[in-house]
């Protein structure tokens, strides 16, 4: 007798078959087949002079080594020069040199997918400065020569820094490149129209990441395309062939439309086709360090860190503690000088306070020299049509409320110095998200509650992106995109940009 269970449609298999029916614009081919594709003349591309990341990865690639092992060997020659070619010092700095090159090789610092974008790239960097240190240190104790230990130290700093400090230009003359549009993958965006337009919009947003949208490739090639000005190639069935036939380095796979055994064929067939695959999930703004994958009864499961762990509170708790304090006390001339500027401008205090909410909706003072006149709350009323900002933010170029000298301070950012302070008592973080008004506050809505989970921060991803020209969306999503993803590297990162952003002036009014 037959078992009816053998006539059982999953719901996957039906999602399948339906694909399966839906229009091309070729001839359907297996992706698990030997032939996923047809190979023949490729089409004529427009833009295709345009060097493509591949060939420029290759050049890259040269120059980072060429100028890893040119700093190596100035870093050696001073340490030898210091060390006076005293006989231990010699293998010590051999083996420091060695092993800083061999770690970068090993940690992959050197790869096509590592070099140029992500973290990966100062991570090896940063494994190689640590095992300068420790290499010598064993080869020394195995051979029972006493290696001189001050001197691999300095020398593995000054290896760290010098070699990140090049790949750090190095990455700046790419991303000068690729915002003329050099040096970049072609990418192909699969997935439903959607998420297809939210893909080309965030890859558009970000060119220093390196992705060309050339093309698009939908559900059916009867489905209404996305109005970003990229042309529809083809259907799902369409990729590979696609994807050969247009040079396609990168194809970028957005939403639902394809998942489990499609996605592992897809990958089959653009294996054959040279293209990367990378698929965009739709954990949106949810980011490393939080999501690892977690391999389980034979699945790859995505595990989602929902807590931060409590080392890292604590190293960001002491971070802003110490750190906070230190600039406070540097900082203290500057803020004296611009005090006495403040007292001489116009009337009033040297210092505003105001209230704004902190972590978990707790209010606290915030301290800021005054930038403005003293009655400008009161003529705030009258300005409020007068914006730039749009959402709940308050803010106007050429704005009447601020005084002469507080124009300077504001564009230099030495208004908000006080708030170290703030750091330093615990109220506030050096990075965070913007501290709201308990007005702002009371009229948040759903997910922007979500800015409270962490102390808002003298600076923050909205200082680096943009500052006051965010757009009131764009900054929430930034903040929730901190709240979400933050950590102690993350923190530094940002601190070191927005270093930048104040220098320049960026978004400053």
Known sequence: MTDLRDFTVTTAELAAL???????????????STQPFVAGEQVALEGAEAESWRPASARYTR??????????????????????????ALPAVGAAVVAFLGTIVLGHGYDRTAVGDGPREFQAILWA????????????????????????????????????????VLRRWLHGNRRDGLAMARTLVVGDPSSVHQAITDLRASTHHGYRVVGICLPSVTDEPPQDGVPVLGALADVPQVAYDHRIETVVVAGAVLTGDAL????????????????????????GPRVSVRPTAGLSLLEVQTVAPRRRLLVKSLLDRLLGTGLLIAAAPLIAFAALGVRVSSP?????????????????????????????????????????????????HDDP???????????????????????????????????????EVSAYQDAVFRRLHVRPGLTGLWQVSGRSDLSWDESVRLDLRYVDNWSVAMDLLILWKTGRAVLGSAGAY
């Open 63 to 88: 120059r980072a080594v060429l100028l890893d092992l040119g700093l190596t060997l100035a870093c050696a020659t001073w340490a030898v020069v210091l060390a006076q070619l005293e006989v231990p």
């Open 18 to 32: 339906t694909e399966r029916r839906r229009a091309a614009g070729g001839p359907r081919r297996s992706w698990a």
């Open 401 to 439: 409320r601020v005084t002469p000298v507080g124009r300077v301070l504001r564009r230099f950012s030495i208004d908000e110095l006080p708030q170290l302070w703030n750091v330093a008592r615990g109220d506030m973080s050096l990075v965070g998200p913007r501290p709201p008004l308990p007005e």
């Open 129 to 168: 400065g640590l095992a300068a240190v420790v290499v010598p240190a064993l080869a020394g104790a195995f051979v029972g020569v006493a290696f001189p230990r001050l001197l691999v130290l300095v020398l593995a700093a000054l290896l760290t820094i010098s070699v990140s400090v090049g790949r750090y």
């Open 264 to 287: 592992r064929r897809l990958s089959w067939a653009l294996g054959r086709t040279g293209a990367d695959l990378v698929v965009a999930p739709g954990l949106v703004e949810v980011l």
């Open 348 to 396: 009033g205090p040297l210092f505003f306070r105001q209230e704004r909410v902190g972590i978990d909706g707790r209010p606290f003072t915030m301290i800021k020299l005054r930038s403005m006149y003293v009655d400008a709350e009161e003529r705030k009323a009258a300005l409020l049509d007068r914006s730039d900002r749009d959402g709940l933010m308050f803010k106007m």
